[in-house]
């Protein structure tokens, strides 16, 4: 069969990526979408403390995230951190707190350099505001990239998202941004929710979502935008969750579209 | 993963056996067709072999033989969503099997849902159907009959995306445009108080079975599925009783940990 030969979209340039067999440009999924779950179980089981379990989980981001944009997924939405992540040990928030400074400054810039756009999604007003202030950064320097989006939830709920996106439209109207809104319809939500960072309206809602760790559900992650999201849950922990992993779960979604065509709802 | 690829391998290489034969028949060759003919029988009755294999474990569990499914704590699902593909959400029949399946297991509370409504126009007919072979049976002179009857929910797309925004409509209109106050305090509380307000009191399900081709929940609402178990059954017309009790027993045993 052969690979397929696509035109990288990393900006070097006429450089040409080799797809892994199977897969086909065409059927790429636009916006994937990964709950990034397991690091915490993953150190259990291996007798380590937690922490290595997050930093072996960030070295699994780092490579999904190159693979995606080796791929030509335009936009890939990772779920870090929920709002209901808090109730966790302080001692382990506060590391995990660290450790997403520490990807911004050096993992995210090098994704900078790339061409790709950064931003966040999520009440980032409730984080430190040493992290605001550099995701506000990041988000700024990259926002004129033009190759893929990534997209990080921290401190995201989905519920949060909608409700949100009422209070904003609440406000517009109240300051007359908004000229008097007949009725709130769902086309309106959907402008204000935060995947609105995405600049190309057609990637806003993810066409696959993955979820690693066995667990079957979203649990408060993209609920609006996952209407009609192929939904792929495997059973491996998130640091395991390899190149491999990453084209077993495009292929299946391909296979998908193939037969089924795209949602017809 | 690994049946769900082996799945898709499985229909991907029927798609190219069609290939195949074609050609061979563009041949002439007889020798070829008969190889063909011979191979398609050997296929045939493996996928005949798997086809049974799954109805006699489907019979078994049905008939509490595994004791694992014979004590099937049914209490941890509360309330049970349906999501059907809205094509095959019109074979009534089919559906109606799958309620008795549910309620014969001992599930109370199920929200059917299908995004075009069509399960909507069968409530009727398929809560009548339900409530006739109730009253016709054994049970028809238990005093308890109904309790133990299914408390059915049906919703469509309209109750999803469309109702969030009745009720952002309702919170804006009632709340902000009428009060003085300079910034809009809303929150999720808020929400689920107007969708309530609007008619919108059912619960969050515990568990939401999906059938139909598609690996997605169809638009069922947004608000609903926060912590909602996920499982998807494959077509309808392909239902088993014994893959539904396996789905829930699943789900029994999963442990949700919150976020911690």
Not at chain 1, 10 to 36: Q, S
Not at chain 1, 112 to 134: K, T, Y
Not at chain 2, 32 to 56: A, K, N, P, Q
Request: aromatic letters at 8%; a neutral charge; charged letters at 25%.
């Amino acid at each position: 069969m052969g690979s397929s030969i696509i035109k990288s979209s990393c900006g070097t340039g006429g450089a040409y990526e080799e797809l892994p067999e199977g897969l086909e440009k065409e059927l790429m999924p636009k916006h994937v979408a990964v709950i990034m779950d397991g690091n915490r179980r993953w150190a259990k089981s291996r007798g380590l403390p937690v922490q290595l379990g997050h930093i072996a989980g960030r070295r699994a981001m780092k490579q999904l995230t190159r693979n995606c944009k080796k791929f030509g997924v335009q936009v890939l939405t990772v779920f870090a951190f929920s709002t209901e992540n808090w109730i966790r040990p302080k001692e382990e928030v506060n590391f995990l707190m660290n450790l997403f400074e520490e990807v911004i400054r050096s993992d995210m810039e090098e994704l900078i350099q790339n061409d790709v756009r950064v931003s966040v999604v999520g009440n980032v007003g409730g984080l430190r505001p040493s992290l605001q202030s550099l995701i506000s950064s990041s988000s700024e320097r990259s926002k004129d990239n033009k190759g893929m989006d990534m997209v990080t939830a921290l401190n995201y709920s989905g519920r949060h998202d909608i409700t949100e996106a009422t209070k904003q439209i609440a406000r517009k109207v109240k300051d007359g941004v908004l000229g008097s809104v007949e009725d709130i319809d769902e086309t309106l939500i959907e402008k204000h929710l935060q995947t609105n960072v995405i600049e190309e309206s057609s990637y806003r809602n993810p066409d696959l979502l993955i979820r690693t760790s066995g667990e079957l559900r979203l649990s408060n992650f993209m609920l609006w935008q996952s209407a009609y999201t192929e939904l792929i849950f495997v059973d491996k922990l998130f640091p395991d969750f390899n190149e491999g992993d990453l084209v077993e779960a495009l292929t299946l979604f391909q296979k998908r579209q193939r037969r089924y065509g795209g949602h017809k709802y | 993963m690994f049946l769900r690829w082996l799945e898709a391998t499985i229909l991907d290489f029927g798609d190219e056996m069609h290939k195949v034969y074609m050609w061979i028949w563009s041949s002439g060759d007889l020798g070829l067709r008969l190889l063909w003919h011979i191979l398609h029988l050997i296929l045939s009755t493996w996928y005949f072999i798997i086809g049974l294999m799954g109805s006699v474990e489907s019979f078994l569990i049905s008939s509490g033989l595994f004791k694992r499914y014979r004590d099937l704590d049914i209490s941890k699902v509360q309330y049970l969503a349906v999501a059907i593909d809205s094509d095959e959400a019109l074979q009534t029949l089919k559906v109606l099997e799958l309620l008795r399946w549910l309620e014969a297991i001992g599930l109370r509370k199920v929200c059917l849902y299908d995004t075009a409504g069509v399960l909507k126009k069968s409530k009727e007919a398929l809560t009548l159907l339900l409530k006739n072979e109730r009253m016709s049976s054994e049970t028809a002179s238990d005093p308890l009959v109904e309790e133990k009857c299914l408390s059915l929910e049906v919703i469509s797309f309209s109750d999803g995306k469309q109702a969030v925004a009745k009720a952002a409509d309702v919170l804006l209109k009632k709340h902000y445009l009428s009060s003085n106050t300079e910034k809009p305090k809303l929150t999720e509380s808020d929400m689920t108080d107007a969708l309530g307000a609007i008619g919108y009191r059912e619960p969050d399900p515990d568990l939401m079975l999906i059938y139909g081709p598609a690996r997605c929940h169809m638009g069922f609402p947004a608000w609903r599925i926060r912590y909602t178990e996920i499982l998807h059954m494959g077509p309808l017309k392909s239902m088993k009783i014994g893959a539904l009790i396996k789905a829930i027993h699943r789900y029994t045993m999963v442990h949700q940990n919150y976020g911690t």
